[in-house]
């Protein structure tokens, strides 16, 4: 009993080594600054309807072999089951989408999930698998310095010196 414990140890311990997303290899990875235009939040589409339609025809081809009340049963319980595990797999619904500017790209956008609570209004864009925005300085972005901007946050106005 002792050895499986310190087995399952070792086996959660590789599971959760930091390192470069295995995705990344064999890419070209791009980093570069850019400023903030505006946030949006969106909201994005949602597979739950497949998932009940998967789930139903699969609890109906399940008992094929049952009379008509079973393979009603079997579908009822097989959307239900779908739309729970494809909510649950989707999550939250809601992203937002950050309008940017950067010399190197121009103007550009990126969706994601994650809201970044900025401070500088600059970010740091990682292209690589998928892009990674994180906060920088306000030094990062000296393409916009000495400027005054308006950053439209959710319909909210804010204006910020660099």
Excluded at 26 to 49: D, G, P, R, T
Excluded at 137 to 157: A, G, P, R, V
């Amino acid at each position: 009993m002792k050895t499986l414990l310190i087995s399952l140890a070792f086996i959660l311990m590789g599971c959760a080594t930091p390192g470069v997303e295995r995705a990344s290899q064999n890419k070209i990875i791009k980093v570069f600054y850019a400023s903030v235009e505006s946030i949006n939040q969106v909201e994005l589409s949602s597979e739950v309807k497949t998932g009940i339609a998967s789930g139903a025809a699969v609890g109906i081809i399940d008992n094929i072999d049952g009379n008509h009340e079973d393979m009603i049963a079997g579908a009822l319980a097989g959307a239900l089951v779908g739309a729970i595990f494809t909510a649950i797999f989707e999550g939250s619904n809601v992203a937002f989408e950050y309008s940017l500017h950067s010399v190197e790209e121009g103007d550009f956008s990126v969706i994601q999930k994650d809201r970044i609570d900025l401070q500088s209004n600059c970010l740091k864009v990682r292209i690589a698998a998928e892009v990674v925005l994180s906060p920088a300085s306000k030094d990062k972005c000296q393409f916009n310095h000495n400027t005054k901007q308006q950053i439209k946050i959710e319909n909210s106005i804010y204006t910020s010196e660099y």
